[in-house]
């Protein structure tokens, strides 16, 4: 026998998916590490805080100027041996870290606290939070959609390769991909306001009152003319990368195998082309995602969606930077983590990357 | 040999531009693309002589101006302020293309720069840098983008720093593969011998190889540039004094550009966003299918329909092989006169041309000759398992009754592994890597016998599995697991599965070290007494085909070179190919002799000679045989060899 005998496989399969899920949990937390640092000093190195600002303004009176500096935290050094980073002001070295505005930050982020929000006076993990479920309800059905209207063309384009069906879904593709996201979404709503569809926001004013049906229906009303913008802009790439996933399969020996087993086209397709076309479709899904916010963010604000994005927007609008610095970090992780996931299916999927 | 391999090839075109041209210029893609990118930069160079009006002047301006439709002097219309759309759409190509192309030549210069170093130096260096390249994948691009230019000032060359700093990732993966791909190739390594320095290498012998591909994936990387750009206008982030089209489009969303109906502003600028990304898009598209053609052709592709009724007819009689073995032996594959083409557009490549054997219950042929010969191509016609583009174009291949070229595709479906079965050569890969072996052998058998006992199933394929040596444990692994010899034997496995009348074996035991050959051979002679199992074998191992065949067909060059039974092709051999074959083999009883090797190769099937195919290699050769093409001649009963020598021998 020239290769390894049952027992031995056995024993390294597990080790090495192990080993490889914990590669990958680990880089996921050192990851989100890396955001959080990268949050607090984006902020403080980058020139236009108008916190700072306001402390500068010369009417105020120095009483009042020390106040928001207390407030807001300004009063204490940046991180040890720093008094403040734009401009660069060195400082004590020894102070105790958990006096400087690096741990503080930490801490409050520990306790779920993202500071309050310059615009509404709230907290701003409560508006976000509130906003996130928002936003998931819209990139949930969006993504669905777009992956299956995606999938479902791609396959048939590559199934009928080099005929009309082929390169019309080819080109709608390319198209598709080539859309401005918020340009769609602006014709889009154009054409839906004089059909009747309500022209932004989650809900009706006042339709809370109403039983839970009616609720439903309202929201869909709603959701039918952003989760329609957002399923054109994304289904191009699924369609062109499933086309080509598929295509690269279908030209492998062991569809010949299965063609010469006599299985018909569709079961080949079925059970030998499908699973192994879908594999990069995951990969592109986890790479994705940070796409997917990029358009979240443009269909929010052009639908007035009251998801995170629009959440950026507005806080772009009126400089509300700890509504920002909040909602950068609420997508930043939540894209983190959903990568994992994708990663995490991976493995499942292909069981060469276990033993690899 | 190294003087004969030039002359082989074909004629190296003058320049290595020439060729990519020429097929860019074919590539519909690349052509429309680069021709609406070249339109939209035109315009934009030239946006001060195109525009009918300065948008930046409010000059004449009333206030009965605003929003007006598109007319004969303003052609898009007037926005929010009543200034002219169509002059600012051609200032705004402007400064589009401006960030575009600045933002990624930032991004392309970075993420090359790390891709070239990380995949030359490896080792820490690439750690470190695909490592970083990793981490700033996962984050979002653009609410970064956003908090960068929020945070400082929205000037145009903010905008371009900011897009280009954050968009380098891809490119940086791309390049770094790419770089470890050439870098083990033999002129860089030989550069390296004479000691050449790193940093020479990578600029004359790394980047040069590099650059195609880096080309391609900078007209990605400036359309998503541009798509950044408007993007971050659309939500109000844009250089106050520079004119683009997604400012165009905020300043209009923004301004009630919908309440009125006014389309024109809405439409125009994103007209432009899409004009350009698409030029973009397909030019890339383009050139990557010019500079890494591939076939867009795959197994599911229907077919080319049989030419069938065709010359058969004139098959002779007598040139019908009796059975070796038994005289009554049924005889369960008769191929007449079969000849396969390769069909691309209006030309043909004749790969098979009137090719007859026959096959009895229970013997076996042996297939022989170089590789090339369309060996291959043969018993995948036999199964009409052809590539799309193959087509056979002639001929009958009679099983059971029926002739296998006129069926349709669903009656041929139940005919393939139930009655005939093939193990492909070299079958690395005919096994899918997601499915489990013996799931995939169960698929076979459930297919063509729907009724098969369930509880029996697992059973079966043990047994299966044991036939060919594969301990019972292995039947619910993944072919990754198995090595190659095991893959091998599990597609013997798999192939026996139906009990099948006939097995066509493309060198199957070529990956097979001597023992599993000769376990293999055993079997399969055991399985065609008992079973009555018949086998096409297609093999270079003359020495198997003396031990095991009862038959043999020597094809060179698409035709048949000779054909008759094993003892005859051995101990008289008419066509000089066989002759030559049969002296490069060794041969055990005779220790003393030299072996001979043909000089030459096959030739290629597009550029056959005009008279017999083995002339220009054949020692025996004289005029006749450079001219004329020699027909089958017919030397005794079931014994036919094409080499005009053996025409005053034949009946």
Redesign the interface.
Known sequence: M??AS?VG?ERIVPLNRYRYLLNKVG?SVF?IL??LV?NFF??RV????PARALTKDPRMKEAAREALRVRFGLDKPVINCFDSLTPIKLGDCGVNPLETQFFIYIKNLLQGELGISYKTNRAVSEILVERLWNTILLIGAGQILSIFVGIALGVLA??K??TAIDYGALFTG??A???????LG??I??WG?SHGFP?GGKATPGIGAYPFLQQAGDIARHMFLPTLAYTIVFMGEYLLVMRSSL?DV????????????????F???K???L??AMLPIVTIIA?N???T??GA??IE??FSWPGLGGA??EA??S?DYPV??G??LL??VS??LA?LIADLTYTY????VQ?E | MAVQELELKPAVPASPLTGFWKMFRENRMAVAGLVMLLVIVFAAVFADVIAPYNPRSYEGIQSGDIYNPPSATHWFGTDDAGKDVFSSFIFGARNSLIVGFFAAFISIFIGGTFGVLAGFYGGRIENFLMRFT??M????????I???V???KPSLWNIILVIGLLGWTTTARIVRSQTLAVKSRKFVLRARAIGAGNGHIILHHILPLVMPILVVNAILVI?LAI?SE??LA????SDPLAISW?QM?NFA?GRGA?SVGA?WA??A??FG??WV??AL??LG?GLEQVLNP????????PGRLPVWGGEAESYPATAVRKSRRRKDAAMVLDVRNVSVAYVNGNSQVKAVQNVSFQLYEGELIGLVGESGCGKTTLMLAL?R?LPAAGQIVNGQILFDGRDLTSLSE?EI??????DI??V?QG?????????TVGDQIK??IV??NPAFPQKRLETRVIELLGLVGI?A??KD??P????G??RQRA?IA?ALSCNPKILIADEPTTAL?VMIQAQILDLLDELRAQLGLAIIFVTHDLGVVAEMCDSVLVMYGGVTAEYADVDTIYNSPRHPYTQELLKAFPDLSRPERKLAFIPGHPPKLDALPPGCRFAPRCSQAFERCVSEMPRLYELKAGHVASCHLAEGKSR
């Open positions: 020239n290769s049952p496989l880089w990851t890396f955001v990268l984006l902020f980058l020139p236009g805080d590559a199934w390769a080099r390319l198209v991909w080539s859309l401005p996201t918020f340009w602006i014709i709503l154009f306001s022209i295509l279908l030209a492998e020996d062991y569809i010949l195998t299965a063609k010469a087993k006599g299985l018909s086209a079961q080949i397709l059970d030998h082309a699973k192994n790479i995602l940070g796409f916010v990029a963010i443009q604000a052009v950026i927007f772009v609008e400089r920002l610095q909602a950068f997508i930043a894209v983190i990568n999927l292909d069981p060469r033993s | 990793d981490l994948l996962v984050i979002p691009d653009l609410p970064l956003v908090i960068f929020a945070l400082t359309s798509l408007s993007t659309f939500l109000g982030l997604g489009l969303f919908m389309w809405l439409v600028p994103g966003i899409v990304v698409l898009t397909l598209n591939r076939l867009e052709a795959h197994h599911l592709m199964l398992l669903a479906s139940d005919i393939r592994w139930k079965s093939i492909f079958a690395m890969n005919a096994l899918n890597p997601v499915r698929e076979a297919k063509h301990p444990a292995y692994h993944f990754h697991q198995y090595s010899g095991m597609m798999m070290d």
